[in-house]
């Protein structure tokens, strides 16, 4: 029900703004709008106004329109024909269209600005120790330094870390990392990105072999699943495992580590209660994660929160700062987002990048799960994608339409409505193909979690 309505809540906002800037600047142009939906379809719910414009919830609730008065469409009373979209001026025509993609940055800038001013939760950029035989294993990154600058970049936090990361991967570049040991010294290393393809593609760090650190745990269990593996043996939250047949265990990885290599194989288990030594035996469960057979009993570690407390922040700028940042970061996703498509029509980038509405509404409703703050900077991102795929000059978008009002501004003349009935063939067909591998990637990533 949260991802419902998180996803509800996600189109219902993108689709009234963008919408709402094409009607906005339509009225300026002194245009009349006949309808303002939301929602494609039958009419669920409507209402009128006293300029003439209807405003009405359909019931297919994936997009929404503006409908203009417009010679081509009907018949239009001649007191009015001054009101008619077609009759306004190309350079009036392109700014109404291009306003509904424009005020889908603008949302994303004003999401951000808040964001920065009131403040963003963020990971400190502590790495951990590095895969062995990874990029930033060779390159000398110490474990539990601090990144504080790649190719001379300010690193603030790990969001910060992962999409410098992410743009230098993409383009096969190398990274110059500046970190700072615990002592407080400054090395540079740099790090040789590997070969790209999907699995770097989705986690560059990983790739890198750049994790976060996470400060040593102790053996002893917090939260059981009632239904898990450790709870049915009999193990209790409090518990401290002392050992795993026979082998000493001083910290929790060294427990994690051992349960994952032995799915489904009986261990013996030694652990404390109440300063009293039991053993029992139990057999992990057997479970698929990335093509390889695991090892899991439904354990996590008991945390002790003062552990993480200084690897947590929050990021807060004053109004002027806050501002700069937001313009910075719509224009950089904004960028990146158009990059990538057009790495994926060359084949530079795999097409299972993309997403359709059943990951949109997974990752709003995980966004929305995890606080305000990110269900926010969710809500700008998205806002970005859907301002950029609008502005491809594909006919049916509204770049299409910006591409027929150019070569009307270079000729003088309008395009013909063959060549549009052509154009809207052709965007029916590729962005019905685009939905298609959307579609397939979502089914896909599902079927395989």
Same mark, same amino acid.
């Given at each position: 029900?949260?991802?419902?309505?998180?996803?509800?809540?996600?189109?219902? @906002?993108?689709?009234?703004?963008?919408?709402?800037?094409?009607?906005?600047?339509?009225? $300026?142009?002194?245009?009349?709008?006949?309808?303002?939906?939301?929602? =494609?379809?039958? %009419?669920?719910?409507?209402?009128?106004?006293?300029?003439?414009?209807?405003?009405?919830?359909?019931?297919?609730?994936?997009?929404?329109?503006?409908?203009?008065?417009?010679?081509? /469409?009907?018949?239009?009373?001649?007191?009015?024909?001054?009101?008619?979209? #077609?009759?306004?001026?190309?350079?009036?025509?392109?700014?109404? %269209?291009?306003?509904?993609?424009?005020? #889908?940055?603008?949302?994303?800038?004003?999401?951000?600005?808040?964001?920065?001013?009131?403040?963003?939760?963020?990971?400190?950029? %502590?790495?951990?120790?590095?895969?062995?035989?990874?990029?930033?294993? $060779?390159?000398?990154?110490?474990?539990?330094?601090? &990144?504080?600058?790649?190719?001379?970049?300010?690193?603030?936090?790990?969001?910060?870390?992962?999409?410098?990361?992410?743009?230098?991967?993409?383009?096969? /570049?190398?990274?110059?990392?500046?970190?700072?040991?615990?002592?407080?010294?400054?090395?540079?290393?740099?790090?040789?990105?590997?070969?790209?393809?999907?699995?770097?593609?989705?986690?560059?760090?990983?790739?890198?072999?750049?994790?976060?650190?996470?400060?040593?745990?102790?053996?002893?269990?917090?939260?059981?699943?009632?239904?898990?593996?450790?709870?049915?043996?009999?193990?209790?939250?409090?518990?401290?495992?002392?050992?795993?047949?026979?082998?000493?265990?001083?910290?929790? /990885?060294?427990?994690?580590?051992?349960?994952?290599?032995?799915?489904?194989?009986?261990?013996?288990?030694?652990?404390?209660?109440?300063?009293?030594?039991?053993?029992?035996?139990?057999?992990?469960?057997?479970?698929?994660?990335?093509?390889?057979?695991?090892?899991?009993?439904?354990?996590?570690?008991?945390?002790?929160?003062?552990?993480?407390?200084?690897?947590?922040?929050?990021?807060?700028?004053?109004?002027?700062?806050?501002?700069?940042?937001?313009?910075?970061?719509?224009?950089?996703?904004?960028? =990146?987002?158009? /990059?990538?498509?057009?790495?994926?029509?060359?084949?530079?980038?795999?097409?299972?990048?993309?997403?359709?509405?059943?990951?949109?509404?997974?990752?709003?409703?995980?966004?929305?799960?995890?606080?305000?703050?990110?269900?926010?900077?969710?809500?700008?991102?998205?806002? @970005?994608?859907?301002?950029?795929?609008?502005?491809?000059?594909?006919?049916?978008?509204?770049?299409?339409?910006?591409?027929?009002?150019?070569?009307? =501004?270079?000729?003088?003349?309008?395009?013909?409505?063959?060549?549009?009935?052509?154009?809207?063939? &052709?965007?029916?067909?590729?962005?019905?193909?685009?939905? =298609?591998?959307?579609?397939? #990637?979502?089914?896909?990533?599902?079927?395989?979690?």
């Amino acid at each position: 029900m949260t991802t419902l309505l998180a996803f509800l809540l996600t189109l219902g @906002i993108l689709i009234v703004f963008h919408e709402y800037g094409h009607y906005w600047v339509a009225r $300026r142009m002194g245009v009349k709008v006949l309808r303002f939906s939301v929602g =494609f379809g039958q %009419v669920v719910a409507r209402r009128g106004d006293r300029h003439g414009t209807e405003w009405a919830l359909s019931a297919i609730p994936l997009g929404g329109y503006v409908k203009m008065l417009d010679e081509r /469409e009907g018949d239009v009373p001649a007191d009015q024909l001054d009101q008619t979209f #077609n009759r306004k001026p190309v350079a009036a025509r392109a700014a109404i %269209v291009a306003a509904g993609p424009l005020a #889908n940055f603008l949302l994303a800038f004003l999401l951000f600005w808040g964001l920065f001013m009131v403040g963003v939760p963020i990971l400190k950029p %502590v790495v951990g120790e590095p895969a062995a035989g990874s990029p930033a294993q $060779r390159a000398g990154v110490p474990g539990a330094a601090t &990144i504080v600058r790649v190719d001379g970049e300010a690193v603030e936090s790990w969001q910060d870390l992962h999409w410098l990361a992410l743009k230098r991967v993409l383009r096969g /570049e190398p990274l110059s990392i500046e970190t700072r040991d615990r002592r407080g010294q400054l090395a540079l290393h740099t790090l040789i990105v590997p070969a790209l393809d999907q699995e770097v593609e989705q986690a560059p760090l990983k790739a890198l072999g750049l994790a976060r650190y996470l400060p040593p745990l102790e053996p002893v269990l917090g939260q059981l699943s009632a239904d898990g593996v450790a709870a049915t043996a009999g193990l209790r939250e409090g518990d401290r495992i002392v050992a795993i047949d026979g082998t000493a265990m001083t910290t929790w /990885e060294q427990v994690v580590e051992t349960v994952r290599r032995s799915p489904e194989r009986r261990l013996r288990v030694t652990f404390t209660r109440g300063g009293e030594t039991r053993e029992i035996t139990l057999a992990p469960a057997s479970v698929r994660d990335d093509g390889v057979d695991i090892g899991r009993i439904g354990a996590g570690p008991r945390i002790d929160p003062a552990l993480f407390a200084d690897l947590h922040g929050t990021a807060r700028y004053g109004p002027l700062e806050a501002m700069q940042r937001a313009v910075a970061r719509t224009w950089e996703l904004s960028a =990146f987002s158009l /990059e990538m498509l057009g790495r994926m029509i060359t084949g530079q980038a795999s097409l299972k990048n993309l997403s359709g509405p059943l990951t949109i509404a997974d990752y709003a409703g995980q966004s929305a799960q995890t606080g305000l703050a990110s269900f926010v900077a969710f809500l700008a991102l998205v806002s @970005i994608s859907l301002g950029v795929l609008n502005l491809l000059p594909v006919p049916l978008l509204d770049g299409g339409h910006l591409l027929y009002y150019f070569a009307e =501004f270079l000729t003088g003349r309008p395009v013909s409505e063959r060549i549009q009935e052509i154009g809207q063939k &052709i965007g029916m067909g590729l962005l019905g193909l685009l939905m =298609f591998f959307a579609l397939y #990637n979502d089914l896909s990533r599902f079927i395989s979690q």
